[in-house]
């Protein structure tokens, strides 16, 4: 099975910083990669689809690059409301697996 | 409205059996396949079963593959997860979720907001 794992673990930044998140794939995946936000006691949420495309409502400041087995989140300019962990996932084929998450809070 | 409800959990037993439900609305539910994904308390997301939307396809995690079944109704808009052989490790708050696709072969954009299972004695 193909495995996801993102980097880092955790970051604090402050707000207004460009923030950075990597998930890499042990296989390549092409751009069959999804990002989504999980903030405190609430339920994930899409924000990137298909490595780049930016689900509809998520603000322009999100933004996701990559192919193959190299993929990056950006939050161009870290708002608080963006506090919470950030999930990538596989889902071109079984298992749709997700990465480790990254936490991210405000420095 | 555009949703998943999903209800069933609740404190079972190792080695008892549970029924999850999540009913749609708000959309065409035969169209689309559907996951279940669990959470651990204070861990990441864990990918569980997939559904195809005609229900004439099912994945699911080898880690719950033989005692977990995934079924759908589609005449009641309604998605099953039947839990059985539960196991402590299988704590965790379940969702259902929408994928773009009718094969499950797409980002999940649509989310229920879970219902908690807890395998205690």
């Known amino acids: 099975d193909i495995q996801m794992t993102q980097s880092p673990s955790s970051l604090s930044a402050s707000v207004g910083d460009r923030v950075t998140i990597t998930c890499r794939a042990s296989?390549?995946?092409?751009?069959?990669l999804a990002w989504y936000q999980q903030k405190p006691g609430k339920v994930p949420r899409l924000l990137i689809y298909?490595?780049?495309t930016l689900q509809s409502g998520v603000p322009s400041r999100f933004s996701g690059t990559g192919s193959g087995t190299d993929f990056t989140l950006t939050i161009s300019s870290l708002q608080p409301e963006d506090v919470a962990t950030y999930y990538c996932?596989?889902?071109?084929?079984?298992?749709?697996?997700f990465g480790q998450g990254t936490k991210v809070e405000i420095k | 409205q555009v949703q998943l409800v999903e209800s069933g959990g609740g404190v079972v037993q190792p080695g008892r059996s549970l029924r999850l439900s999540c009913a749609a609305s708000?959309?065409?539910?035969?169209?689309?396949?559907i996951h279940w994904v669990r959470q651990a308390p204070g861990k990441g997301l864990d990918w569980v079963a997939v559904?195809?939307?005609?229900?004439?396809?099912?994945d699911y995690a080898d880690s719950v593959k033989g005692r977990f079944t995934i079924s759908r109704d589609n005449s009641k808009n309604t998605l099953y997860l039947q839990m059985n052989g539960l196991r402590a490790e299988d704590t965790a708050v379940y969702y259902c979720?929408?994928?773009?696709?009718?094969?499950?072969?797409?980002?999940?954009?649509?989310w229920g907001q879970g219902t908690m299972v807890t395998v205690s004695s």
């Open positions: 708000g959309f065409t539910f035969s169209v689309y396949g």
């Open positions: 996932q596989k889902y071109n084929s079984a298992p749709w697996t």
């Open positions: 559904i195809w939307y005609d229900g004439s396809n099912k």
């Open positions: 296989q390549g995946i092409t751009n069959y």
């Open positions: 979720a929408r994928a773009e696709s009718s094969s499950g072969s797409n980002a999940f954009a649509l």
């Open positions: 298909g490595a780049s």
